[in-house]
């Protein structure tokens, strides 16, 4: 697959050319202007302690809703707040900790690696031309990762680790906030990177450009979410247009899961549970966005 794919960049180098531009004006247009000040934000946050004072006053809801430890809320917060891929690199990291078992770790990945605020609200509701469908679509996408952790959770014999003690670390301001500006460039760097090459490739697919847009976008974004999403540019956020938002938004594309093979590569995790949570929850978040156009956006 990988010499077919180098072949084809070969022959087809000015049809991938021209899709690496597209990619890369989306990273520079869409991606980086939304996403860079968010990570700094949301790496800041984690770094002060906040998610592990949070996931110590939230663990006892986790343990009840979706039956994982204290740290599991930790790694619902950080997936929610910081989009993807953090949350699979938040419970690879509890995992290589061994403060999670594999099997709740598998579970946590199937719906805390969801896509955050700042590509929701910023990408999203900026390309739909509407600060409210990134609103709804934000909403839905929280409530379907819920209930894919609702359908997953196990039964309290077989339940979750032990609640850890969380203690907040302690780091001088000064010091986080280089961190979180060099861990949010590098962040960003990798989203506009896999978003670039998967451009690329896309661009010598020409059959995809003649879809009609709304096919065009869902085969795009199958793929790689960024261009996907940018391909909704233009149409009116009609229910049908935003569900199929909320399905991109869900499913994460094939980028975000390569993205989060490399996060959880140097542990035991296994993905399947992953790329089931995904399809369901971007099949959840499209019932339930349809649903809420219909009420808001008629």
């Given at each position: 697959m990988t010499l077919a794919a180098l072949l084809a960049l070969t022959v087809y180098s000015p049809l991938a050319?021209?899709?690496?531009?597209?990619?890369?004006?989306?990273?520079?247009?869409?991606?980086?202007?939304?996403?860079?000040?968010?990570?700094?934000?949301?790496?800041?946050?984690?770094?002060?302690?906040?998610?592990?004072?949070?996931?110590?006053a939230l663990g006892g809801a986790a343990r009840r809703l979706f039956r994982v430890s204290g740290a599991g809320a930790q790694a619902?917060?950080?997936?929610?707040?910081?989009?993807?891929?953090?949350?699979?690199?938040?419970?690879?990291?509890?995992?290589?900790?061994?403060?999670?078992?594999?099997?709740e770790a598998e579970r946590l990945l199937a719906f805390c690696n969801n896509s955050g605020p700042a590509f929701i609200l910023g990408a999203a509701g900026g390309v739909l031309g509407s600060p409210g469908a990134g609103l709804l679509l934000y909403v839905t996408h929280i409530l379907a990762a819920v209930c894919v952790g609702l359908l997953l959770r196990k039964s309290p014999e077989a339940g979750a680790s032990e609640p850890m003690t969380v203690t907040a670390p302690s780091m001088p301001f000064t010091a986080a906030f280089g961190q979180a500006v060099s861990k949010a460039l590098r962040?960003?760097?990798?989203?506009?990177?896999?978003?670039?090459?998967?451009?690329?490739?896309?661009?010598?697919?020409?059959?995809?450009?003649?879809?009609?847009?709304?096919?065009?976008?869902l085969a795009y974004g199958f793929w790689e979410l960024g261009g996907g999403i940018s391909a909704l540019r233009g149409l009116a956020p009609t229910p049908l247009t935003l569900a199929a938002a909320a399905l991109l938004l869900g499913w994460g594309g094939v980028s975000v899961h390569c993205q989060t093979l490399a996060a959880v590569a140097d542990t035991d995790?296994?993905?399947?549970?992953?790329?089931?949570?995904?399809?369901?929850?971007g099949v959840f978040a499209a019932v339930f966005t349809y649903l809420g156009a219909l009420v808001f956006f008629r």
């Open positions: 050319a021209d899709g690496a531009r597209r990619g890369l004006s989306v990273c520079a247009g869409t991606l980086a202007p939304s996403l860079f000040p968010f990570f700094v934000l949301a790496n800041l946050l984690s770094l002060l302690g906040l998610p592990e004072l949070l996931s110590g619902f917060l950080l997936g929610v707040l910081g989009g993807y891929p953090l949350g699979a690199a938040t419970t690879a990291q509890l995992r290589r900790d061994r403060i999670v078992s594999r099997s962040s960003t760097l990798a989203v506009c990177a896999y978003v670039v090459f998967f451009s690329a490739l896309l661009g010598m697919l020409t059959p995809l450009g003649r879809l009609p847009p709304l096919l065009r976008a995790i296994k993905c399947a549970r992953h790329l089931a949570g995904r399809a369901l929850c």
